[in-house]
């Protein structure tokens, strides 16, 4: 099989963009088969290299689908530099010229739009109930819980090193916890930890930030599926989300990540707006080993 892709980023956090309207056998495999391909797809050394891969595909219900897979071949709801890197790259290519778009995720209808040279997204509304993170309730202590209906600042042993939980759901899990040092801190070895962690039925993807003042802070993030990444959109919209409601930052704040900035504004509607730039890398054609094509 011969894909056709495009390399994109945003902010460093990478990805394989293939048009599934216009070749349609990506979409085509068979679940095990997708997943092969994708882990293939996404390696450093053997494949293209990526942390996630991107589908373009019809909608029945919005102007456009995305299908989102991290890198080893698992399907996610939603990825906010992703999104930016679709929509620039369906307004690039002049597949279609409306502004704002309407993009259907596993997580809902998706808005992005053009902002200058950036792209806003409106990122829909935060999520605190635990059944809906998900987070597995009868695994926490009641008598620690702050709230009933909420993980703001839950603590928990990690390998005997306690650690603030607070847990989101921005379309995909998050669990954001304060350090005094991102740069040093070791996001390695605790982000795997807490990722897999008995609380998350779907496993979580783990935020590592650092405030700086009201209204920036700096952020690390360990993908579920991917492992570190230079940048995560829904991790910096939910890291702006839980630093304002635990009130340590304004509503509007720059998040400083490894790749570089995000604008995040939590608004008085209570839907989260995240600003960013989104970059075509290079256009490429690969053509599928034979123990991958044909498993």
């Known amino acids: 099989m011969t894909i056709n892709f495009t390399k994109m980023h945003g902010l460093g956090n990478d990805f394989i963009l293939i048009d599934s309207i216009s070749q349609e056998g990506l979409n085509n495999l068979k679940d ?18 990526a942390d996630q891969l991107l589908m373009l595909l019809p909608s029945k219900i919005a102007d456009f ?11 996610v709801e939603m990825c906010g530099n992703g999104i930016r890197c679709f929509a620039k ?5 002049g597949i279609s010229e409306k502004n704002p778009l309407e993009v259907e995720t596993l997580a809902g209808i998706i808005r992005p739009e053009k902002k200058g040279e950036l792209v806003r997204v409106d990122m829909g509304e935060p999520e605190f109930r635990p059944e809906r993170i998900p987070v597995y309730a009868e695994y926490l202590n009641s008598e ?5 209906d909420r993980i703001i ?7 005997g090193r306690e650690f603030l939980l607070s847990c989101v759901s921005m379309g995909n899990p998050h669990c954001v916890i304060v350090v005094n040092d991102t740069k040093s801190f070791p996001v390695s070895y605790y982000g795997p930890l807490i990722e897999n962690h008995q609380l998350f039925p779907n496993r ?10 009201r209204q920036e802070i700096n952020m690390r993030v360990w993908e579920r599926g991917a492992g570190e990444t230079m940048a995560c959109g829904t991790g910096a919209s939910a890291s702006a989300v839980i630093s304002a409601l635990r009130g340590l930052t304004d509503r509007e704040v720059t998040v400083h990540l490894l790749g570089g900035d995000l604008h995040i504004e939590w608004a008085q509607d209570n839907h989260v707006y ?8 290079f256009d490429g054609t690969i053509n599928l080993p034979k123990e991958v094509a044909d498993a």
Do not use: H
């Open 204 to 213: 979580t993807n783990v935020e590592f930030i650092e405030i700086i003042s």
């Open 153 to 159: 600042g839950y603590p928990l042993k990690i390998e």
């Open 274 to 281: 995240m600003t960013g730039p989104a970059t075509a890398v």
């Open 144 to 148: 620690k819980l702050k709230e009933p």
């Open 89 to 93: 790259y369906i307004w690039e290519r």
């Open 32 to 49: 095990d088969s997708l997943r092969k391909t994708i882990v293939f797809l996404c390696n450093r050394r053997f494949g293209i290299g």
């Open 65 to 75: 689908r995305m299908r989102i897979f991290n890198a080893d071949g698992s399907e």
